[in-house]
């Protein structure tokens, strides 16, 4: 139990264009998934929290109106980079909580590298 | 962010020894902490978590939690080359938000 999944797993892109990434939760329902944002060799830094049927919450620095999160049922949320640039090329992974493991372990996706033109 | 510290590394052990991972937090109220591996160009997978202060035993792995300190680790007892990775220390805060730290690359030598 407790698979996410995530995709695309890889997109390239011109400069200026949108791109949507998908986290889904197979065999559970997570009211809450998460949002990260890994550059080569560093950590995961927290983009926002998303909760089903509401507005997502989006840490300090992040732009909302740059990186749209919603999240419309409770085993789907979406991340679109809107009119992405190079410096938005990253590896962006999702994760869940709940599952068989319990509702305070995250669950990853398998992530999604974006390289913007 | 910086609610989770952690020694980045590298970290050699030859392999049977024992690795240490160490890893600090700054909320105070934090309850619940977790080890993640993350192989290169791969998502992070769940290895242990811990909530209560002391040991906590799986296998080859064991993490300690001391609240007073803000202090976690993990140790890996006979180390294996498939155990080389990045570990990520995370902690959950009391508003439910999970934070990680730059993670610890090890190596183990066969």
């Known amino acids: 139990g407790a698979v996410v999944s995530q995709h695309p797993s890889w997109v390239i892109c011109k400069s200026g264009t949108s791109v949507k990434i998908e986290c889904r939760s197979l065999?559970?329902?997570?009211?809450?998934m998460f949002w990260y944002r890994q550059f080569p060799k560093q950590s995961l830094m927290l983009m926002a929290t998303?909760?089903?049927?509401?507005?997502?919450?989006?840490e300090q620095g992040v732009e909302k109106d740059k990186f749209l999160i919603n999240h419309a049922s409770l085993t789907l949320s979406t991340l679109t980079v809107t009119s992405a640039h190079p410096e938005d090329s990253s590896f962006y992974i999702c994760?869940?909580?709940?599952?068989?493991?319990?509702?305070?372990?995250?669950?990853f996706g398998a992530g999604s590298r974006l390289t913007v033109l | 962010q910086k609610e989770v510290e952690q020694n980045s590394g590298p970290l050699s052990v030859p392999e049977g020894a024992i690795a240490s991972l160490n890893c600090t937090y700054s909320?105070?109220?934090?309850?619940?902490f977790f080890w993640y591996r993350q192989y290169s160009g791969k998502s992070p997978e769940l290895i242990m978590f811990?909530?209560?202060?002391g040991d906590k035993e799986d296998g080859r792995f064991t993490a300690q939690l001391n609240k007073a300190s803000q202090y976690v680790s993990l140790l890996i007892r006979d180390s294996q080359p498939s155990d080389s990775a990045t570990y990520l220390c995370?902690?959950?805060?009391?508003?439910?938000?999970?934070?990680f730290g730059t993670g610890t690359s090890l190596t183990v030598i066969p």
């Open positions: 994760s869940a909580r709940g599952g068989g493991r319990g509702a305070n372990v995250l669950t």
């Open positions: 065999d559970f329902q997570a009211t809450t």
């Open positions: 998303s909760n089903e049927g509401s507005k997502a919450t989006y």
């Open positions: 909320d105070r109220g934090s309850q619940s």
């Open positions: 811990i909530y209560s202060n």
């Open positions: 995370a902690v959950r805060t009391p508003g439910n938000q999970f934070y």
